[in-house]
Structure formats: C-alpha cells, structure tokens
C-alpha cells in the first residue's frame, strides 16, 4: 500500500498546521517526536514513524503545542506493527495508531497495550484491497471517522460520525 496515497486520501497531507513530522514537530515536544520516531527504528528494517495528525491545543500555539491524535506509521510485517504499536502506546499521549504494511491497514488504540492478547487493542484491520474506515479527528469525545475505499475501484469518500 502507497502510504502516501492513504495520507493523501486521509486529507492529512493538505494542511501544514494538522500534519506533523519528527522535523517539522514543535521544539516543545521534539523530544516526544523523537521517541515516536524511536519506535519505529527499534522494530526492525523497513519500520518507521512517519508523523502525526495533531489537533491544536491554544490560539496559535502559544500556550501549547499542538497534541497528537492519529500518529502514522509503517511496518514491513505484523510483528514490526505490534512493536510499533507497543512502545508508540508506552508513550501515553496519542488515542489512534495507525500502521500501514503491505498487505493491511490497521487502527489500534495508544492508549491500551496487552500484550497476551495484541487483538484487544486492535480497533481495525483491513486488507489494503477492502474499503477501510481511518479515524481522522478526535473532539469532544466524538471521533470522526473517514471511510477510504483504498482498492480503488470506487474513487468517492464518505463522512460518517460515529453515534455512540
């Protein structure tokens, strides 16, 4: 899967302001960018932290930096997405983790870790060729979620709010 394409369709990549990478993260947290970005070097070749979707937390930033919300990466296999999943979760700051890897696309919660059943945290799994749901924005307890059809076989995408 072209990670790019799903960034892209995510509507991540068309604003500076939400979409944060280790080199561009606010020096208030570079600290936290780099342990993210950690995570994914730990797991293996071929793995990597590739940035954020960040929600603003004050009026330009002054009073805080801007806090992750869905942190992205890639894994080259199962093994190196439950990896990464489990040190981007030991940071305790971001709800969403997304891991792309070459046959699936999954969601897992940041803030929920078992390591005898990896599953439980698993929010969704999808083969690159199935239409996905990706969280995009989390407010007000209300996370909203962009449903992709990555197969492409149908280029429209569909809003829908999750009622609880």
Not at 40 to 66: I, N
Not at 73 to 78: E, L, Q, R, S
């Amino acid at each position: 899967m072209d990670l790019n394409a799903l960034l892209r369709a995510l509507g991540y990549l068309h604003s500076e302001r939400h979409w944060v990478t280790p080199e561009t993260a606010d020096p208030r947290l570079a600290n936290h960018y780099r342990l993210a970005q950690r995570a994914g070097e730990e797991v293996g070749e071929g793995a990597k932290v590739v940035g954020s979707y960040v929600c603003q937390t004050s009026v330009d930033d002054k009073l805080m930096p801007p806090r992750p919300v869905v942190f992205v990466a890639y894994a080259a296999n199962d093994e190196q997405a439950r990896g990464i999943h489990k040190r981007l979760w030991n940071l305790g700051d971001c709800p969403f983790v997304l891991i792309v890897s070459p046959g699936a696309v999954r969601v897992y919660t940041g803030f929920n870790y078992i390591p005898d059943n990896p599953k439980r945290t698993l929010l969704l799994m999808r083969p690159t060729h199935s239409r996905t749901i990706f969280p995009i924005h989390y407010c007000l307890f209300m996370p909203m979620l962009l449903i992709v059809d990555i197969s492409g076989s149908n280029k429209r995408n569909t809003w829908d709010r999750i009622r609880g």
